[in-house]
């Protein structure tokens, strides 16, 4: 652990490491991020000011302020006038640009994601149970029993979770739903990714089998309530249960 004396106090920053000559504001810019995403520097905290990065890190200014308007943009930081510079609360308004850093999700923006998923998702799987085809039933078996067999690896299960809902907008055969499903991949994946990692597989295994068995029947009105149920219960057990 690295400390930066900053006037009247200390702050607390990972080791950091000198930068190489070639590509040196992307290399700043890398490890300032770093320090936001492995959240040493958290919310609301004041960055050290452009000279102590400077010292810090064996650079120019130039490519210390580079670095910190690349942040800027990204919405990740603000700059106030006398104040210095302080990493930004990150709210679901942030994610409408794409480039926006997938890993910063919280508690917060997960129960959103859940709320917007229990809202189209269950729209989309009433149109899906209806147009379905055999190749698309099978394709979703073979996630599921994926799913099932999978005892310890949360980042697969978790993209095979989000593989399964992306296959059941693709079912529904309608383009806006898929298009903004395609647009919200990035930000479920992760997001999917935090749900396994604190809530575990037994509830996404029982789920995407009902819903299957539903949608292997032509239930449509059982295919929405199972849906339904499943994303209300994840969004019940994400407010019991902390999330980093």
């Known amino acids: 652990m690295v400390w930066l004396k900053k006037e009247s106090r200390l702050e607390a920053v990972k080791p950091m490491h ?26 609301g905290s004041k ?54 850093p997938m890993f910063l999700v919280n508690k917060n923006t997960i129960k959103e994601i859940l709320e917007y998923r229990l809202v189209m998702e269950v729209g989309a799987i009433e149109l899906a149970a209806a147009r379905i085809t055999e190749a698309e039933l099978d394709a979703l078996e073979e996630i599921v029993v994926r799913m099932e067999a999978n005892t310890s ?23 806006m739903i898929i298009n903004v499903m395609n647009f919200m991949y990035d930000l479920m994946d992760v997001s999917m990714e935090s749900i396994v990692n604190h809530l575990g597989m037994h509830d996404g295994k029982y789920y995407h089998r009902l819903i ?10 059982a295919a929405v309530n ?16 902390p999330v980093a």
């Open 18 to 43: 000198k930068i190489k000559s070639q590509k040196v504001s992307d290399q700043v810019y890398e490890q300032l991020l770093g320090q936001i995403t492995n959240r040493t520097w958290k919310e």
């Open 47 to 100: 960055l050290p000011s452009e000279n102590e990065l400077r010292t810090l890190l064996g650079v120019s200014r130039i490519s210390v302020r580079a670095a910190i308007h690349r942040l800027t943009a990204l919405g990740l930081v603000e700059t106030r006038q006398g104040e210095g510079t302080f990493v930004r609360k990150v709210t679901a308004d942030t994610y409408s640009d794409l480039m926006m």
């Open 153 to 175: 690896d949360i980042k697969t299960f978790a993209e095979d979770d989000v593989r399964f809902h992306v296959l059941i907008a693709k079912a529904s055969k309608n383009q």
């Open 212 to 221: 299957l068995q539903e949608l292997r029947t032509g239930n449509q009105a």
């Open 226 to 241: 199972a849906m339904r149920e499943h994303v209300a219960k994840t969004v019940d057990r994400i407010n019991e249960v």
